[in-house]
Every structure is written in C-alpha cells, then in structure tokens.
C-alpha cells in the first residue's frame, strides 16, 4: 500500500513537470527559412524547398512569387537580382532567356527557379504559401492582377494534390483574389491592419502577421471570427515558444528544427 501511493506520487511529479504540447503546424519560411546563417540552402531555391518539405512535422512552406515580364512566377525574395544573386536588374522588366540561368551569390550556387519548376508530384499533401509580390521591384508600381492570375492557374489549377493558399499584403487586391476561387490570405504588419481588412469587409480566409505585432488575446479574437492565424518573424527557440504559445494554427519558422522540437516539447 506504501509503495503504491510513493509509485503515485512519483508520476504525478513526472505529469507535471512535462511541457506542453502544442497543435500549431510548422511551415518553412521561403522554404529552409529566410535570412538565417543555419540554412544550407538559400531562401526560395529548389533545395531549400526539397530540404524544407522533407522533415518531419513540416507541413508546408511560403514561398515569395514575382511576375517576369514574359508573364512567368519566379521564386525571389528581393526586389533587385544583383542583391542575392549573378543577375542584375529586376525579375518583373527580366524574361526568361535572361533568368534561366541566373544563381544565387552562395556557398551552392542554387539556380533561380520559376514556381513551375517545383516537383508538386513528390509534395503530395502538403501546403504552397504562396506570397506574391504586388509591385514591379525597379520601378514601384503596380503589376497588373490579371497577368498574375493567369500566371497562377497554371500550377493551382494543375496539381490538385497540393494544397495552395495565394498571399498578399495588397488589401486593393482581396477581394478580385477571393472570386478565383482559390484560398486567399492576408498578410498583415499590425492589429490595425486587421482592423481595415474588417471595417473594409475585405475577402480573406487568413491572416499572417509577425509574431511581435499580435498577442495570444489577438490571435484568439481572429480566430473567433473564423479566421485562420498565422504567426511568422521567430528565430530563437524562446521566440518560437512563445509564439507557440499564442495558439496560432500554424507559424511559419526560419529554424525548422528548433520549431519542430519546441511544439513536441
């Protein structure tokens, strides 16, 4: 009887001393994560990509789209190609002839790839979050919205074994967005912003906001008004944690690994 209520207490010590587990999918940041000395790959390349998806527990990744002058969606973060790579000027006044063979400036010397380019077939399940840039990186206008719809279709209406969500920080775009069809998501920098995108009645199945910019009271409102949250700008397993604990539906994480053992954890 003694050694039975000792053997009780011991796991009820062991119970409470276990971290929390959290139901928060992990999604890769432009792939292995954006701007990060841990990565083996540079943001938004094919490797990057391939690596990202392969781990366990990730269930997707963001990516960033601009729209080539030829009407085709590369893979870039940056608005001008000599910043991170051997090319010089801007993708949206570029075509393909001058991209195809234009590398990252890194260790790999990855290969700049059109969203085209991605093997969908071996990404069964798993989800493109996919950020388009809205403006011509030279000159800072607008591109046009049809050319990028059009652009889209292509693969969204392809591989319909991958899950797509098309993203944007271009609230004049939305609601043309949502009657694709397609899973539309905001990406927003503060809680006022959010405060537009409700005021303006603007069409949105998500938000993506930096993890800095919006509390667990924040997130828990968004998601009482059905919107899905996402939580992105965390690079410290403390950060991750913390954003973690916000109860997000998903974050998307620039160190895959720390995330991924911090919601097992």
Request: aromatic residues 8%; charged residues 25%; glycine residues 6%.
């Amino acid at each position: 009887m003694r050694f039975s209520a000792v053997y009780i207490l011991l796991l009820l010590i062991l119970g409470c001393g276990k971290k929390q587990s959290y139901p928060v999918e992990v999604i890769g940041h432009a792939g292995n994560g954006l701007n990060i000395s841990s990565s083996v790959y540079h943001a938004n390349s094919l490797e990057s990509i391939e690596l990202a998806l392969g781990m366990a527990g990730v269930s997707g990744v963001e990516i960033d789209l601009q729209l080539s002058a030829d009407k085709e969606l590369w893979l870039l973060h940056d608005d001008k190609l000599e910043d991170e790579t051997t090319g010089n000027g801007c993708i949206s006044e570029s075509v393909y002839d001058a991209l195809k063979n234009v590398r990252f400036k890194t260790l790999n010397k990855e290969q700049l790839v059109r969203l085209k380019d991605l093997n969908f077939a071996a990404y069964s399940g798993k989800t493109f979050y996919l950020d388009i840039r809205h403006y011509n990186g030279c000159t800072g206008e607008p591109i046009v919205l049809d050319e990028v719809v059009d652009a889209l279709r292509e693969t969204i209406d392809t591989w319909t074994e991958v899950n797509f969500i098309v993203v944007t920080n271009y609230e004049s775009w939305l609601n043309e967005l949502a009657l694709t069809g397609w899973t539309i998501f905001a990406d927003i920098y503060t809680m006022d912003d959010y405060s537009v995108l409700k005021q303006g009645n603007y069409a949105c199945e998500g938000v993506i906001i930096r993890n800095s910019k919006a509390a667990k009271e924040d997130v828990a409102m968004m998601k009482s008004e059905n919107k899905k949250v996402i939580l992105f700008d965390m690079r410290a397993p403390k950060s991750i944690r913390q954003a973690l604990q916000k109860q997000p539906d998903a974050i998307i994480a620039d160190d895959l690994k720390a995330a991924l053992i911090e919601k097992s954890n």
